[in-house]
């Protein structure tokens, strides 16, 4: 059975600009959660999404933005790229309470 | 109070020892735990989960929950230079999001 994958792995982008990170959720799971995971600060609930719809959020600004698809793939987009945003970005998919995260996608903004 | 701490170490045992981590969580109305496993550049793997007071063990781990004080720990028993990770305790909150410990990192030293 195929994991979550995520795409791409590793991602340089200038402040400013705008990123847009994808994941394919494990076959049947209909949720997929988005994580940020910056150096010192652990891992930080993003967005949720289940069924297409955005479920919840976590204290983020409106620049994280995100979509599912009716094949429950998601996005994460991220406009006006701060420093700050250097982190690596975990997607997990669900059919219960446990996660099964991705490998990530390395973002680095100069 | 941080809803889940955790050590973040380092904490270097020799191979072969009995690794013993730990986190704290700060409310009494958290149902279920687990542990994840996260290798250098990887996303956290599932380990173990418990809904329950007392200990679950599967093969050389055993998590242990007391609800009664707030604590949660995952044992290791004949740790190996390959259990050499960051290990992140995670809770749901009332919302469903998952409350992730900033993770302890161990070293097995051969």
């Known amino acids: 059975e195929a994991g979550v994958t995520q795409s791409p792995t590793h991602l340089i982008k200038t402040r400013g600009q705008q990123v847009t990170l994808r994941c394919s959720p494990i076959s049947g799971h209909t949720s997929v959660y988005w994580y940020q995971q910056a150096l010192g600060l652990g891992l930080q609930f993003l967005l949720w999404?289940?069924?297409?719809?955005?479920?919840n959020r976590g204290n983020f600004p409106p620049r994280f933005s995100g979509r599912q698809f009716p094949n429950y793939s998601s996005e994460l987009n991220v406009n006006a790229l701060e420093l700050e945003d250097s982190a690596l970005y975990l997607c997990?998919?669900?059919?219960?309470?446990?996660?099964?995260f991705g490998s990530g996608t390395r973002l680095t903004v100069v | 109070q941080k809803e889940v701490e955790q050590d973040p170490g380092p904490l270097s045992v020799p191979e072969g020892a009995i690794v013993s981590l730990n986190c704290t969580y700060s409310n009494s109305a958290f149902q279920y735990f687990m542990w994840y496993r996260q290798y250098s550049r990887k996303g956290p793997e599932l380990l173990m989960y418990t809904y329950s007071s007392g200990n679950k063990e599967d093969g050389r781990f055993t998590a242990q929950v007391d609800k009664s004080s707030k604590y949660i720990s995952l044992f290791i028993r004949d740790s190996q230079p390959s259990d050499s990770a960051t290990y992140l305790c995670a809770t749901p909150n009332r919302d469903d999001k998952i409350i992730f410990g900033k993770g302890t990192r161990l070293h097995i030293l051969p």
């Open positions: 999404y289940d069924e297409g719809e955005e479920r």
């Open positions: 997990a998919s669900s059919s219960d309470a446990p996660r099964t």
